[in-house]
Structure formats: C-alpha cells, structure tokens
C-alpha cells in the first residue's frame, strides 16, 4: 500500500509540473489543467487520510523491531567473532611457520657442522696414515697395540667365562684397595711384574698364606 501511495504521489507532481509546461504551450486548457489538477489533488488528500488513519504501532510490532534489531547485532557479533577466530589461525600458523623456519636452521647449521667434522676426519685420517706408512717403528708399534688388543679380549672372555672369576674380582678389588706404601720396597722390573705380585699378594691374603 504505502509503495501504492508513493507512486501516486510522484505521479502527481509529474503532472502538475508537465500539465503546467502544456497548459503553457496550449497542449491543455487552463480549465482542463485545473479539473484534472483539482482531482489529483482530492485523491492525493484521500491517501493522506490514509496514512493518518493507519493504527499506531502496537507493543507486538516494536517487540517484533527489537527482535529483528537483536537478530542483526547478533549476526553481526557472531561475522565479528568469525573474523577474529580466521585472524587468530592466521597469526598461531605464522608462529609455527616461524618456529619451524628456525628449527630448520638450527638443523641445517647441525648438517652443515657435521659435513665439515666429516672431511675433517677423513684429512686427518689420510695425515695419520701418512704417518704410519712413512714410519717402520710406529708401524710395529700400532700392530703390536692391535695384537695386544685381541689378547686381551680374548683373556677378558676367558676371565669372563670362569667359574671363579667373582672371586677374582674381589680379589683384585682389595689388592687395588692397598696403599702403594706397603710395596715400595720393593723393586718391580716391569708393569706386568708389579700387577701379578700384587695380585698374588691379595690371593695369599685371602687365602690366609703369608709371602
């Protein structure tokens, strides 16, 4: 209705105005300007009753307003809220991007480190074998190490596999035990001299017989 009257309206100001112009230019008399002028203005009135007539908004109609009003504040919070949350992703998935751009430069610095330990490790091994090969006694020396290496991890299984060998343990455990004062009397021509008396010593201690 009210689109009705909005018409009508400008309808009637766009007669007024071009039956103006006409009656100017004796398209229309001023007779049949004023008849039809006189009716449009009675029907314009008429509509305007009309709209003075209309009943007031009731408290439906303003509860209805607010709901509608509530309804787009809340579309509006909820688009709000959506932007914020796509915002927040955003910003956690540039924190993890970041975090991982530097994890893999502290890898790359790791990698980097490790390759140049590497060809360190193969210049200094080629400078040794350099060394052995231009030395005949450092030669021996190294063969003898290595065999004596293999005895002694053939004695060590042997040890090992021994029925005895937690009473050896202890043994060796209170020979280590004893002050070295008590044997520097005596004169040991060798490492090996020394190791073997003192074992020795701890077994005869052990096993009650005085040396």
């Known amino acids: ?5 909005v018409i009508f309206l400008i309808c ?3 007669y007024f105005l071009i039956g103006w112009y006409g009656q100017s230019e004796s398209w229309l008399t001023m007779e049949q ?3 039809y002028g006189g009716i449009i203005g009675g029907l314009a009135s008429i509509f305007g009753l009309f709209g003075f007539l209309r009943p007031p908004m009731s408290r439906n109609d303003i509860q209805n307003i607010e709901i509608e009003s509530l309804k787009k ?14 915002q927040s992703h955003q910003i956690t998935k ?7 751009r530097k994890e893999m430069e502290f890898l790359v610095r790791k990698a980097s480190m490790s390759l140049f330990l590497q060809e360190q490790r193969k210049y200094l091994s080629k400078q040794v074998l350099s060394y052995i090969d231009s030395s005949d006694e450092l030669r021996d020396q190294l063969e003898s190490l290595t065999e004596i290496d293999e005895k002694l991890e053939t004695l060590e299984e042997e040890i ?5 060998v937690e009473q050896l343990k202890q043994v060796i455990k209170q020979a280590s035990a004893t002050s070295f004062s008590d044997y520097s009397s005596k004169n ?4 090996l001299t020394k190791s073997m008396f003192l074992v020795m010593k701890a077994l005869d201690e052990a096993l009650g017989v005085k040396i």
């Open 1 to 5: 209705m009210r689109k009705i009257i």
């Open 12 to 14: 009637s100001i766009g």
């Open 33 to 35: 300007y004023l008849t």
């Open 73 to 86: 504040v809340v579309e509006a919070s909820e688009e709000i809220k959506r932007l914020e949350d796509a």
């Open 94 to 100: 540039i924190d993890e991007l970041e975090k991982q």
């Open 160 to 164: 090992e596999q021994d029925a005895n």
């Open 188 to 191: 040991f021509k060798s490492p």
